[in-house]
Structure formats: structure tokens, C-alpha cells
């Protein structure tokens, strides 16, 4: 008892009136029961993997919305699955050779990867319908029917006023086609209203001929964008209308630094797709695959590489090596 009530006395003394070993002695009990809390708190910038993710998703989930739900094919689109086969016909004509070598038609290689990435999309096999320019063209703009067995035609122009086909026959990709107008650099087409009565040369499958033709310009046609451009420079036209990107390195080439742009854009609906037979639900699927292409950045490398490739044939031809 006694020894008790001393020990008592000796705890309720302030600290300082201690004895030595019995301050280091509550200093170390102290130090422990530190370090024990410590153990059960998670390390300073290394905070609990599983607490970490859950919020990380929480917060990915309220900043990020989820990709859109893309409709169902429609009828037209779920026979080619029935098939196992999406027949697409795309424009074809003559890619430049080196001398010596025949000329023979091929399909053009931005339609036939964008057809390819469609079939993919469906599940299917692609077969291809290789078809003239020409053709493509005016079945676009005059609403002709399509060749028997082609579900799809890619690289037509916009159809013509008065003469299209059913709104539910066309898929629009997103956005604009944006071009420029080239002309010499010693007579310069400055304006759209200064085009009426003067030629201009475009591919058959241009998103630019409407407006250039509403603008008064007399169109000369040619199978793709090389021979269009090519036919420019032999002075067969007063001007050219072409892709934006394409035209900026056509226009650093040594070569054409006798042309110029003008001081404007050329902005037009983009070259639509073509379903043979009227089918809404086809339509939209299509739409919203082309908007999921350019969302992922598919359509506009798609645009880049054609234009790269065509101005490096442009650039072949000029010196000789291929014949076109």
C-alpha cells in the first residue's frame, strides 16, 4: 500500500521532477505507440491502391462520357450480313506507271479503305466493284439506279438538284470539305463571282463542282484528282479546285510556284455515300460509323495520306519517272 500511494505521489509530479530513467522511459513508450499509429496509415503520396482506383473511376466516369451507342443495321445492311458479304462499288480509273508499263484502271485506294473498314465493321467480306469515274458520277447525280448486286457506292459528287435519289439512299460523312481555288499567279481568280464564264478543272467525285458551277464556272471533268490537277497545269483550265491540304503542297513544290491560291475557302458538303435501295435505319448506321471514324481520327489520316500520295504523284509525273 504504501508502495502504491508513492508511486501515486511519484505520477502525479510534473514531468520536469521526474527522475532521468523515468522520463526516457515514457519518452520510448510514446515513440512506440507513434510508430504503431503509423503502421496503420497509408505512406504519403502512396495512398490506398484500392480507395485510389475507385475514385479514380468515380472521377474518369464524371468527367468522360461514354461513347454513344451506335444503332443497328438496317435491313438492306443486315442482308449483306446474311451473305457474309458487303459488295461496294467505288470509282476506278488509271494510276500513273512507269513508262512502258500498260495503263489499267484501278479502284481508288481512299474509297476502297474506307469500303474495307465499313465490311469490318459489319462482320462481313469485302467484295469490291471496280466502276468508271464517269459512272459513279453521273449515277450519283442524276439518281440513276445502282448496278445489280452493288449494295453501296462510295466516290460519286453530290447529287444534282432536281435529279437525286431518295434522301434515304445517302449516308453524309461529318463536317465540311474544305478546298482551295488555284489559279496562275499573272491572272488570279480572287473571288467566286469572278469565275463566271471561265473553266474549272475537278475530279469527277469533287465535293466542289456545285459551287463552282453555281458560281459560273464552265467544268471540266476528269477522273481523279491527279489528272484534274495535271490537266491544270497544261493550261487546259483557268482554275482548279481541290482539297486544302493537298493544294498547300502542291503550291511548295518548285514547279508550281507559277500558281497561287485565292484568298479564300472553298467549303462544301462532303462526298456522300449511296445505298441502292431507300433504307433510313441503313443510313443512320452508316453516319454514325463515319462519325465514329472521325472521332478516332480514321477519316482525317484517310484525307492526309490521299493527299500526300497524290501530290507525290503529281510530283513523279512532272519529273518523267511515270507516265499517267
Do not use: N
Request: hydrophobic letters at 50%.
Amino acid at each position: 500500500m504504501h508502495a502504491a500511494m508513492r508511486m501515486s505521489a511519484r505520477l502525479s509530479r510534473p514531468a520536469a521532477a521526474w527522475p532521468a530513467d523515468a522520463r526516457l522511459a515514457l519518452a520510448a513508450v510514446a515513440m512506440l505507440a507513434c510508430l504503431a499509429a503509423l503502421a496503420w496509415l497509408p505512406p504519403r503520396g502512396l495512398a490506398d491502391p484500392g480507395r485510389d482506383q475507385s475514385r479514380g473511376r468515380a472521377a474518369h466516369a464524371a468527367t468522360v462520357a461514354p461513347p454513344p451507342r451506335l444503332p443497328g443495321p438496317g435491313p438492306l445492311l443486315r442482308q449483306a450480313q446474311a451473305r457474309g458479304v458487303l459488295v461496294v462499288g467505288v470509282p476506278a480509273y488509271p494510276r500513273p506507271v512507269p513508262p512502258g508499263q500498260p495503263l489499267a484502271p484501278e479502284p481508288d485506294p481512299r474509297q476502297a479503305t474506307l469500303a474495307a473498314w465499313l465490311a469490318g465493321a459489319l462482320g462481313v467480306r469485302l467484295e469490291l466493284r471496280a466502276m468508271p469515274a464517269s459512272a459513279t458520277a453521273g449515277r450519283h447525280a442524276g439518281g440513276e439506279s445502282l448496278p445489280p448486286g452493288v449494295d453501296l457506292v462510295l466516290g460519286g459528287p453530290p447529287p444534282a438538284a432536281g435529279a437525286a435519289p431518295p434522301r434515304a439512299t445517302l449516308a453524309t460523312p461529318p463536317g465540311r470539305a474544305r478546298g482551295a481555288l488555284l489559279s496562275l499567279r499573272f491572272a488570279p481568280v480572287l473571288r467566286l463571282d469572278a469565275l463566271a464564264g471561265k473553266t474549272a478543272c475537278v475530279a469527277h467525285a469533287s465535293p466542289y463542282a456545285t459551287l463552282l458551277q453555281d458560281a459560273g464556272a464552265t467544268l471540266r471533268r476528269y477522273p481523279s484528282p491527279l489528272q484534274a490537277l495535271l490537266a491544270f497545269r497544261r493550261g487546259e483550265c483557268a482554275v482548279a479546285a481541290e482539297d486544302g491540304a493537298l493544294a498547300r503542297r502542291l503550291l511548295a513544290l518548285p514547279e508550281w510556284r507559277v500558281f497561287r491560291a485565292a484568298p479564300l475557302l472553298l467549303s462544301a458538303p462532303p462526298v456522300p455515300l449511296r445505298l441502292r435501295a431507300p433504307d433510313a435505319g441503313s443510313v443512320r448506321y452508316l453516319e454514325a460509323r463515319l462519325q465514329e471514324l472521325a472521332r478516332s481520327g480514321r477519316l482525317a489520316a484517310l484525307a492526309r495520306d490521299g493527299a500526300a500520295d497524290t501530290a507525290f504523284q503529281v510530283m513523279l509525273v512532272e519529273s518523267g519517272l511515270i507516265c499517267h
